[in-house]
């Protein structure tokens, strides 16, 4: 099993920064892959980013692509979402993934572990 807690969403203004933190435990961190996903209201989950076990790889979506980065220290057990240049269409809960996968997948239900969420609210 493979814990997964997040931190970091808060309130934020178009423009503005801000980094989520997703802490693991339960497992080796540097065996699996960590994902990122967002769900507005009303909306299906969606892919946001990913990144390989070893920090080599990563996968964004077009969405977030030269905006976002998704970063990971595994001696601390922390993958890291740093979102810059927010717009209000990135308001959504972030959640935080976890799968042992042999590439990195963009299909939300191909990860089995997820952390609870954190808001992240953007306005103009």
């Known amino acids: 099993q493979v814990q997964l807690v997040e931190s970091g969403g808060g309130l934020a203004q178009l423009g503005d920064s801000l980094r989520l933190s997703c802490v693991a435990s339960?497992?080796?961190?540097?065996?699996?892959?960590m994902g990122w996903f967002r769900q507005a209201p009303g909306k299906e989950r969606e892919f946001v980013a990913a990144m390989s076990g070893t920090g080599v790889s990563t996968r964004y979506s077009d969405s977030v692509e030269g905006r976002f980065t998704i970063s990971r220290d595994n001696a601390k057990n922390t993958a890291y979402l740093q979102m810059n240049s927010l717009k209000p269409e990135d308001t959504a809960v972030y959640y935080c993934?976890?799968?042992?996968?042999?590439?990195?997948?963009?299909?939300?239900?191909?990860?089995?572990?997820w952390g609870q969420g954190t808001q992240v609210t953007v306005s103009s």
């Open positions: 993934a976890a799968g042992f996968h042999l590439v990195l997948l963009t299909t939300a239900d191909r990860y089995p572990f």
């Open positions: 339960g497992r080796t961190f540097s065996n699996y892959n």
